[in-house]
């Protein structure tokens, strides 16, 4: 309100229909929301690709002390756990986020067990409670919203993927570490056991890409992550 009431002070000449334009584009942007916007390709993404590449910087950072990859995946990680909620209540109230979107839909193993891995080992060296609560997010996400098969395997829909041995057991593992508790350990060898009876080619000791729920087959397409 103070701008607009002084917009007529402003040292410059301007016809009326520019100060009309002026005075309605500024009424929009103060009836309007101001939002957070990240524009990344990489850098705060919640994506299950680019949480392996995080991955590899971290261990450059224990590993062989690589100090700026170090930096920069600590800075990553602390960036989506402060702003996870943050993007909740926007996905609340204009129905998606500006950023973190894949984070909104935890219903699929890509958006959970790479990021939930990562939030793990950035948590063990910050003891940062926003990720923590993220840890718990993501954990409950994992245990409730993925699709199974009868004896608990993950599954996507009509078929079950190798890949998502990565997507879920290196997150497991850290649970059971982190919180002592029995259900990950137990649910870790669940998992082992369901993709190994799925996937695995006794004849070539390689594991199959997919297994087809219809007609209960592997495709016989060696894979590995």
Known sequence: KWFLGRLHAFPVSRGEADLAAMRTALKVIADGHVRAYLDTSFFGQWFYALMVGNYGLLKLYKDWDCAR????????????????????????????????????????????????????????????????????????????????????????????????????????????????????????????????KRLFIEEESVYSHIFFVEPGEKNRVPWGR
């Open 69 to 196: 990859e170090g930096d920069y995946f600590l800075r990553n990680m602390r960036t989506m756990a402060a702003y996870y909620e943050y993007a909740k209540y926007e996905a609340a109230q204009f129905g998606d986020p500006t950023f973190l979107q894949r984070a909104m839909r935890l219903d699929n193993l890509d958006a959970i067990g790479t990021m939930g891995m990562n939030f793990v080992e950035y948590y063990r060296l910050t003891k940062d409670e926003k990720a923590l609560h993220v840890i718990r997010e993501l954990a409950d996400a994992l245990m409730n919203n993925i699709p199974r098969f009868p004896d608990g395997a993950f599954m996507r829909g009509t078929t079950m993927w190798a890949d998502d041995t990565f997507m879920s057991c290196p997150f497991l593992v850290r649970l059971a570490c982190l919180t002592g508790e029995r259900k990950y350990f137990d649910e870790l060898k669940t998992q082992i056991e369901g993709f190994h």
